[in-house]
């Protein structure tokens, strides 16, 4: 191509752009209408991945956060109304074998929880009492809110202290602090050393409830006389080694109890898989529903360039008289086309990232439990600008094909 046509090119294009332009200015309404549909299916493409990215982090981070590398397991009571044989309850002796004999185990620990009542200034009020073994905090997250936890001297020494959980601290010692007070637990008073809350809601997957009272596993065997774990908690070393420490645990236990016991070992990670799998479908379909937004814009793009052919048919003809090529008058409808797609992805995709920075301000000022964070998909805002964009000049090209059609001598008589 020479210099000159190279040049004549350029002409062409900018002569394009500006017909364009002038045409959408002396319809600025019309032009704003159309966009507006496109505004909105750009918009949710951005928000629904979003949302989709925001509801997954959560969800993900709160079962994360429980312990995606736990393993718990209990003993199964197959015989309803019968005894159990201790025989068959778990032991320490079963964690102490399980944290020797499992290399991907880091911690272990064990509860054994029972229903008490509280004695507070204004009733009784009904708790459950847990006795759990050394590693426990780390396991399940507690956060201690005042005082301390258990020291290796208040397991040894079987100290007759406890933690209460804030809910029932705040209920049972209303206008003072519960750290160093009494509590009666039922025939027993305690030492409170510390206040605690967990990290996350729990989901129903341990025995902490809004009002419990944990104490050194040693006094648990004091008070009830028996010495075996309800329930067993293994952490593994990554979320990775889980399914194999799930079956060497219920392997471990098998082997040291009668073949006829049956234990329930489980894991987190089926959870976790299922959250993933479910956000997935989720922002499947969600994304379903933006692309039918973006589909009705498209329609409306088309339908208001037919009419815009229509109405501008004398111009063509003109057009045509004076030497535009057909190709030139496709291109100017085109371009038409894709501005208003272009723009209105442009506002649709500010819009929804605005959103999220604006939800992300109102959090800080009102802090949601567990927190939430909404992240923004770049890669989403890409896809939304291509489709939208696509979308208008693909369903632009039929208007800017039939006028790009129209022949001269017929485009002029036209009224």
């Known amino acids: 191509m020479t210099a000159f046509e190279r040049r004549s090119e350029r002409m062409v294009w900018a002569e394009t752009w500006n017909l364009a332009m002038d045409s959408l200015r002396a319809n600025k309404l019309r032009a704003g209408l159309t966009m507006l549909g496109v505004v909105i299916g750009s918009a ?3 928000l629904v991945v979003t949302v989709a990215l925001a509801g997954k982090k959560f969800i993900i981070g709160q079962i994360e956060a429980v312990g ?18 201790l025989s068959d309850q778990i032991s320490i002796n079963d964690m102490e074998a399980i944290r020797r004999g499992i290399p991907q185990v880091v911690q272990v620990a064990g509860t054994h929880d029972i229903s008490m009542t509280v004695s507070t200034s204004n009733a009784t009020r009904p708790v459950s009492l847990v006795g759990v073994t050394q590693g426990f905090q780390q396991i399940r997250n507690l956060i201690i809110e005042n005082g301390r936890y258990f020291d290796d001297g208040d397991f040894l020494s079987s100290s007759k202290v ?3 959980t804030e809910h029932l601290a705040r209920a049972a010692f209303p206008y003072s602090d519960a750290v160093g007070r009494e509590i009666h637990v039922g025939d027993l008073e305690f030492t409170v050393i510390g206040v605690f809350g967990e990290r996350v809601q729990t989901y129903g997957q341990t025995e902490i409830t809004t009002d419990s009272v944990l104490v050194p596993f040693p006094l648990i065997q004091y008070y009830t006389g028996e ?6 908690y293994a952490q593994a070393d990554s979320p990775q080694d889980v399914p194999l420490v799930t079956t060497e645990v219920r392997e471990i236990l098998q082997s040291r109890h009668r073949p006829s016991a049956e234990y329930s070992v489980q894991n987190l990670s089926s959870m976790l898989e299922a959250a993933r799998h479910i956000s997935l479908a989720l922002t499947i379909v969600l994304l379903l529903i933006a692309m039918i937004a973006l589909l009705i814009s498209g329609i409306g793009i088309m339908n208001i360039m037919l009419v815009s052919v229509t109405e501008r048919t004398h111009e063509i003809g003109i057009r045509k008289a004076v030497g535009a090529r057909r190709e030139e008058i496709l291109y100017q409808f085109l371009t038409e086309a894709g501005i208003i797609s272009g723009v209105g992805a442009v506002v649709g995709i500010a819009v929804a990232v605005a959103i999220p920075f604006v939800v992300t301000a109102i959090i800080r000022l009102f802090p949601v439990p567990g927190g939430i964070e909404i992240p923004i998909s770049w890669p989403s805002v890409v896809l939304a600008f291509i489709v939208s964009c696509a979308t208008g000049v693909l369903f632009g090209y039929l208007p800017a094909s039939k006028a790009a059609r ?8 036209y009224e």
């Not at 010495?227 to 067993?232: E, G, L, M, P």
């Open 162 to 164: 406890c933690l209460l």
């Open 406 to 413: 129209l022949q001269p001598v017929e485009s002029l008589h």
């Open 68 to 85: 995606s590398n736990i393993v718990y397991a209990s003993l199964v009571s197959t015989n309803v109304g019968e005894s159990v044989p």
């Open 44 to 46: 949710c493409i951005v």
């Open 227 to 232: 010495s075996y774990i309800k329930t067993f």
